[in-house]
């Protein structure tokens, strides 16, 4: 064999194999892909059928009658993830400020870093089981809206101190010592200079961690209950629409089914939208 054609025997060998690995992804892609799609599908499919403006404005009605609406589990859910947001981001842009610029590295921020990784990684029920010990079971403040804010606070905490630490690791070292070389004092170079450079990034991290907290059931079913009313205050029960979702499903009456399709549709386009919004700051550089 001549070396032209060992080396036109090579090049179809590594075409072959190029293609065949181009299929297996392609493959791989589509199983991923397609229950994903059929999800979304399906829960449109169901869910449009009650979509109406009676939907955004009235309450469930009583087991067995039809009608009526989810309108007091989405304003429940939108107080519920306010109050995660206004506990979690200054919490979480703090401990990563303090991480990224001011601890050197040392033993205590290895061990936040460490403590943020293994609270990433539990079961969303455990911060439901957490909160309902310290807030609940204690009568702190017992079923609530704070109580529910407070173990989605937990699960956002994760995600806001990993991306927000991120991105300001990524600022470059250059922009720190110009702000340095002209006066500037250390916080003042982190307030004025390193945040806002990463800011579109730390808006993608907060955006994906109160995408995460919307769609969480188990928590709230230990913090905030559920309640069929109007909320009434921070301090009562209160509805949401993964809540509202779980109860429903599971009785034997047409009209509270149909209400827990729709409520599953408005989680989805919820997500949806915080993604889409997550994804517009990313296209954003950080610095």
């Known amino acids: 064999?001549?070396?032209?054609?060992l080396k036109k025997k090579k090049s179809d060998l590594r075409t072959l194999f190029g293609n065949s690995m181009t299929?297996?992804?392609?493959?791989?892609?589509?199983?991923?892909?397609i229950p994903l799609f059929a999800v979304l599908?399906?829960?449109?499919?169901?869910?449009?059928?009650?979509?109406n403006l009676n939907l955004f404005v009235k309450l469930p009605p009583a087991p067995g009658l039809s009608g009526g609406g989810v309108g007091n589990?989405?304003?429940?859910?939108?107080?519920?993830?306010?109050?995660?947001?206004?506990?979690?981001?200054?919490?979480?842009?703090?401990?990563?400020?303090?991480l990224s610029e001011f601890s050197g590295d040392n033993q205590i921020a290895r061990a936040v870093r460490f403590a943020t990784n293994l609270l990433?990684?539990?079961?969303?029920?455990?911060?439901?089981?957490?909160?309902?010990?310290?807030?609940?079971?204690?009568?702190?403040?017992?079923?609530?809206?704070?109580?529910?804010?407070?173990?989605?606070?937990?699960?956002?905490?994760?995600?806001?101190?990993?991306?927000?630490?991120?991105?300001?690791?990524?600022?470059?070292?250059?922009?720190?010592?110009?702000?340095l070389g002209v006066g500037a004092y250390r916080y003042q170079t982190v307030l004025f200079v390193v945040l806002p450079a990463a800011l579109s990034s730390i808006i993608?991290?907060?955006?994906?961690?109160?995408?995460?907290?919307?769609?969480?059931?188990?928590?709230?079913?230990?913090?905030?209950?559920?309640?069929?009313?109007?909320?009434?205050?921070?301090?009562?029960p209160i509805a949401t629409l993964a809540v509202l979702v779980y109860n429903f499903a599971s009785v034997p009456y047409k009209s509270q089914q149909e209400l827990a399709w729709a409520a599953s549709l408005l989680l989805v386009f919820l997500v949806l939208i915080t993604n889409i919004t997550a994804r517009f700051f990313t296209r954003k550089k950080a610095y």
């Open 73 to 98: 589990a989405i304003i429940g859910t939108f107080i519920v993830v306010a109050i995660a947001t206004v506990i979690s981001v200054p919490i979480g842009v703090l401990s990563a400020v303090y």
């Open 41 to 51: 599908i399906f829960v449109a499919i169901q869910g449009f059928r009650s979509i």
């Open 120 to 179: 990433s990684g539990i079961p969303s029920i455990i911060a439901g089981v957490f909160a309902y010990g310290a807030l609940v079971a204690s009568r702190l403040f017992g079923f609530s809206a704070i109580a529910g804010g407070v173990a989605l606070a937990v699960l956002m905490l994760p995600t806001i101190i990993r991306t927000t630490d991120e991105a300001l690791q990524i600022v470059p070292q250059e922009i720190r010592w110009a702000a």
């Open 204 to 236: 993608t991290g907060v955006t994906l961690a109160i995408a995460r907290a919307a769609g969480e059931t188990a928590p709230l079913i230990f913090t905030a209950l559920y309640s069929n009313f109007w909320p009434r205050g921070l301090k009562e």
């Open 1 to 5: 064999m001549t070396a032209v054609n």
């Open 23 to 33: 299929a297996i992804s392609g493959a791989c892609l589509l199983a991923t892909v």
